[in-house]
């Protein structure tokens, strides 16, 4: 599994990163990067799925975005303070390519290309991040947790016949509210024929509503 972002690589730079990485392996619920954490290399995702997300006061953290293959995760300190500014915690059994930082700054220098590449990654992360907190700040519970779910299904479990794993917990911190206002909205949401619950498994039943939800609330 390689990263769109490396395909404009010639094969030397290939063999330098080959050579100057490592792949390692994460159980269900570990954490892969702590936020907070000196940044020694930027991170490939090659299996599994994770949370990104920023620790709060009283554990009352948020999460940003959930990562699958090929995502990429390296800004923003990586030409900054080289600090890891979130948490990325595995959901699921995952897999992560650590890839030597100095020696992707050094690519980044030697090709163009790459280097425009990396900075579109990080350009459309950043309107991911203003497009997630609008909706945090405008929309109600019922639309937050729409538009989440949505989310969940198109980037992140779209090969999955609409069926998302996720505990109420995380959904609670993706959605910036409570644990049980999340149980309560997606009762609601059942009960309406919209999704069926069953466990940590949401199955969506009937999309073009979701997306009315999300739009109008």
């Not at 949401?189 to 039943?205: H, M, T, V």
Request: glycine share 4%.
């Amino acid at each position: 599994m390689k990263s769109p972002l490396f395909k404009v690589l010639t094969q030397e730079e290939l063999e330098l990163i080959n050579i100057n990485k490592r792949q390692v392996s994460f159980k269900k619920g570990e954490i892969i990067v702590k936020q907070g954490a000196p940044m020694s290399h930027v991170l490939s995702f090659t299996s599994g799925i994770a949370k990104v997300y920023i620790e709060g006061s009283s554990n009352r953290n948020l999460v940003l975005r959930m990562i699958k293959p090929t995502n990429f995760l390296g800004a923003p300190g990586i030409f900054a303070n080289q600090i890891h500014y979130s948490t990325v915690c595995a959901i699921e059994d995952s897999s992560v390519c650590f890839i030597n930082i100095n020696i992707f700054k050094k690519i980044i220098k030697m090709n163009s290309a790459f280097a425009e590449q990396f900075m579109e990654l990080v350009s459309w992360n950043g309107i991911f991040n203003y497009e997630r907190f609008n909706c945090l700040t405008h929309k109600n519970t019922h639309g937050r947790l729409a538009e989440s779910l949505i989310y969940l299904h198109e980037e992140i479990y779209n090969e999955r016949d609409y069926q998302i794993s996720i505990s109420r917990q995380d959904m609670a911190e993706l959605t910036a509210m409570s644990k049980d206002t999340v149980i309560r909205t997606l009762k609601e949401l059942s009960e309406d024929g919209i999704i069926e619950i069953d466990k940590n498994f949401i199955r969506i039943i009937n999309l073009n509503r979701l997306r009315k939800i999300s739009e109008l609330s």
